[in-house]
């Protein structure tokens, strides 16, 4: 898997786990161990996946207020 790929699949690792999806269902839905989202989450409490995942929110922002507007 590339560095971006990985990093976008990280992204949606967090927030499924911020939706209060259960670990399982996150680690099924990606193809990885319920350690790797633990990992994933640890990293991205840490810093290295959390601005990466603030700028896709920030993206998404634009976006919806664009449609709106």
């Given at each position: 898997?590339?560095?971006?790929?990985?990093?976008?699949?990280?992204?949606?690792?967090?927030?499924?786990?911020?939706?209060?999806?259960?670990?399982?269902?996150?680690?099924?839905?990606?193809?990885?161990?319920?350690?790797?989202?633990?990992?994933?989450?640890?990293?991205?409490?840490?810093g290295?996946?959390?601005?990466?995942?603030?700028?896709?929110?920030?993206?998404?922002?634009?976006?919806l207020?664009?449609?709106?507007?």
């Amino acid at each position: 898997m590339r560095q971006k790929e990985r990093s976008e699949r990280n992204i949606r690792v967090v927030l499924m786990s911020m939706r209060q999806v259960p670990r399982k269902e996150v680690a099924e839905a990606f193809g990885i161990t319920e350690r790797q989202v633990r990992r994933i989450m640890s990293d991205w409490r840490e810093g290295s996946v959390k601005k990466e995942t603030e700028l896709a929110v920030e993206a998404v922002d634009k976006a919806l207020k664009e449609i709106r507007g």
